[in-house]
């Protein structure tokens, strides 16, 4: 069975830092390229940056480019994403979840349950 564990959120200042850990079990996540989704309150969910599975290539959507950076750690099954510079309309539920990362895009999730996901709130 599948299993993703997202954490590190939390509530900080506009301004402020968070890393996120994207952890799995039943699946080895350097097989798959993955994507960080959010979903704010009242919107739907958005992919927000993706890794790429062999050349480790990165996507960020234009609103977190050059704030937010994703990486791996293979040792770990983990992946990260280091937010910084957080704005208040980063806040939502992040989620990780296996997708398409190509042509600088991020694609659809592949995943079934949900789960919680680790809620981000950025407010002073």
């Known amino acids: 069975q599948v299993q993703f564990v997202e954490s590190g959120g939390g509530l900080v200042h506009p301004g402020g830092s968070l890393r996120l850990s994207c952890a799995a079990s039943?699946?080895?996540?350097?097989?798959?390229?993955i994507g960080w989704f959010r979903q704010a309150p009242g919107k739907e969910r958005e992919g927000v940056s993706c890794?790429?599975?062999?050349?480790?290539?990165?996507y960020n959507i234009d609103s977190v480019t050059g704030r937010f950076t994703i990486s791996r750690d293979s040792a770990k099954n983990t992946v990260y994403l280091q937010m910084n510079s957080l704005k208040p309309e980063d806040t939502g539920v992040y989620y990780c979840a296996p997708t398409m990362c190509t042509d600088g895009q991020i694609g659809v999730p592949v995943r079934d349950d949900w789960g919680q996901g680790t809620r981000v709130t950025v407010s002073s």
């Open positions: 890794i790429g599975i062999s050349d480790g290539s990165t």
């Open positions: 039943g699946l080895t996540l350097d097989y798959y390229a």
